[in-house]
């Protein structure tokens, strides 16, 4: 910092304002300390820096074991985002494991009490999360990707993906391609992602006219679950022509099902899966499929997380995005 200091002839206290206060400075005066530093090719010492600060500017989050992974490498990939994000401001992520969320609670006790890092993000939220409500009595800082189910929704910070518009676009998308009899197979048991997602599904059938009466099933996120009640359906008297699914998982097993039973995806029956997984593109017929916008997801929380330290008593804020639909061949054959 004083070599940059006597390059530009200001004190280290200038040059400390351009890295960490820029707005501090007349834009002249940052521009000439910014180019110095690039030339010099200065890097602050982290290390130093969090012994200073007392803050170790690291993001923690949760690794869920392989058995556990259902979306298809949707953590991993917002994992490889929010990383990216944190390094851009400075910070790093620091993973943990934990197989349950009673698990996790109990490792963000222990290295936020030691200060391994400040901050938390939390994903896969449930209904009345256990680990929200640990964190908000503690008053740790966290962001959730995902809402906060049965939690007060303007009191927690969150990024989210709107499912229930995701699935709308679905049903339009298969309404467009003719047709009218379009099923929905979810997920069984409570969760604040499938009841979303099936809301939009119920809605934009509604706003179509079509009935929903016997045309959705669940059960857990397995291919197998999605081939067994997609096949059930398929076997009625008059069934379904049209398929949204809670997962890409789920409609991959729905693909087998057409096949089994000699009908074409994408000519006989349409078939949409969401989260845009690796499955998605690799799968035949390629599915067609919701993705999520996880690297703006990432943006979005490690901006959130940033606010949220810089000032503990700000307003929580929520951020909503919207899932783009990525066609392929098991609604539109080639």
Request: proline share 6%.
């Amino acid at each position: 910092m004083a070599m940059v200091a006597a390059r530009v002839g200001v004190s280290k206290q200038t040059v400390h304002y351009a890295l960490n206060s820029p707005d501090r400075l007349s834009p002249t005066t940052l521009r000439r300390v910014l180019k110095a530093v690039d030339e010099l090719g200065y890097r602050p010492n982290q290390a130093a820096r969090s012994l200073r600060t007392q803050s170790p500017r690291a993001v923690g989050f949760r690794l869920l074991p392989a058995t556990e992974e259902k979306s298809g490498g949707v953590w991993a990939s917002y994992l490889y985002e929010l990383s990216v994000a944190a390094h851009r401001a400075d910070h790093a992520v620091y993973c943990h494991p934990a197989a349950t969320d009673e698990e996790e609670i109990q490792v963000i006790q222990e290295i936020f009490s030691t200060n391994t890092v400040d901050c938390f993000v939390i994903t896969s939220t449930q209904d009345h999360d256990p680990r929200i409500t640990f964190l908000r009595e503690r008053g740790i800082p966290f962001v959730s990707f995902g809402r906060p189910w049965g939690h007060p929704m303007s009191d927690t910070w969150w990024v989210d993906v709107d499912g229930a518009a995701g699935m709308e676009q679905a049903v339009d998308h298969l309404a467009e391609r003719g047709h009218r009899r379009i099923a929905y197979l979810g997920w069984d048991g409570p969760s604040g992602f499938g009841d979303d997602r099936e809301s939009g599904w119920r809605r934009a059938m509604r706003s179509h006219g079509f009935s929903t009466r016997d045309l959705a099933a669940r059960g857990p996120d397995e291919i197998s679950t999605g081939r067994e009640l997609a096949g059930r359906l398929l076997d009625r008297k008059t069934p379904p022509t049209g398929f949204v699914c809670v997962s890409d998982t789920i409609a991959i097993g729905a693909l087998r099902a057409c096949r089994e039973r000699g009908l074409a995806a994408g000519r006989d029956v349409g078939v949409v899966g969401f989260d845009d997984s690796v499955g998605a593109h690799f799968v035949d017929p390629g599915l067609t499929s919701l993705a999520q916008p996880l690297e703006l997801v990432a943006r979005h929380t490690m901006r959130l997380l940033l606010d949220r330290l810089k000032d503990p008593d700000a307003k929580a804020e929520q951020v909503l995005l919207r899932p783009t639909l990525v066609v392929r061949e098991s609604t539109v054959p080639l």
